[in-house]
């Protein structure tokens, strides 16, 4: 599973655990102590920076709650290298969608902060599924919910300009909906570039662009003037740059 860096396993789930995995969408749906059988014979585990977690291609016998820490999630381009599809910060699951599908993999997963995780063998879980179809009904509400979250993603990709996506994103950040706010960066530029489609020179002119809307950056930390003027920027009509 690590091809660098190491992963140490921490034990069962426990009470504090299953509090914040309640709080996750995947899970938010379900009584706690559905919760809590779901993932009784799931390992929390602690994986550094570096860490493969699973590659593209591989047999899905896994699936992941993250609790905290950075993963990225990867595809392979013909020439070998890692095109980010996704960089996951706390609170979230990933490759659930593999264990309901097709079996397999479709992406490769590392981490690139250390995180906790909680590692859940896919034949308990199914099993513990099938003797109880209103927790698949359940969790289907939170697979949707992720799946609109990939499809706007997916969108802002092909509809918006690149200096578009990047004041997007930085919205995202802050709950503000007008004046003067600073933000700080979650991860550095060239993942943040990858996270948003885009090259690392792409961004930087897209950051020159959004000065124009009162945006400026120094040392990972963005102020934004005027939270209100960057919204209305990021929802014009704008021809695709790259």
């Known amino acids: ?8 396993k921490l034990g069962q789930v426990n009470p504090d655990i299953l509090r914040q995995v309640a709080t996750i969408p995947l899970f938010a749906g379900l009584p706690a102590e559905s919760v809590a059988e779901l993932l009784s014979k799931a ?9 493969r977690i699973f590659s593209q291609g591989e047999a899905a ?37 593999a264990i309901f599908d097709t079996g397999i993999y479709p992406v490769g997963a590392k981490v690139v902060s250390d995180a906790r995780l909680i590692a859940v063998e896919a034949q308990p879980f199914m099993d513990r599924l099938s003797e109880e ?3 698949v009904v359940a969790m289907m509400g939170g697979m949707s919910r992720h799946l609109r979250v990939l499809l706007y993603q997916i969108s802002e990709l092909k509809l ?9 994103f930085l919205l995202s950040l802050t ?12 991860y550095d530029k060239r993942l943040l570039a990858n996270r948003l489609g885009m090259k690392p020179e792409s961004l930087s002119r897209a950051l020159a662009k959004l000065r124009d809307t009162g945006v ?27």
């Open 43 to 51: 390992e929390v585990i602690r994986a550094e920076a570096g860490t």
């Open 61 to 97: 016998t896994r699936f992941y709650v993250q609790l905290d820490g950075q993963v990225e999630l990867f595809v392979l381009t013909q020439d070998g290298r890692e095109s980010v599809i996704d960089i996951l910060a706390g609170g979230e699951t990933f490759a659930e969608e």
């Open 216 to 242: 400026t950056d120094k040392d990972g930390q963005v102020t934004i003037q005027n939270v209100s003027e960057l919204r209305d920027y990021c929802l014009e009509g704008a021809p695709l740059d790259t």
């Open 133 to 135: 179809f209103h927790l």
């Open 160 to 168: 918006k300009s690149t200096a578009q996506r990047l004041g997007g």
């Open 1 to 8: 599973m690590s091809e660098m860096g190491q992963i140490l």
């Open 175 to 186: 709950e503000e909906t007008g004046g003067k706010v600073r933000v700080s960066l979650p």
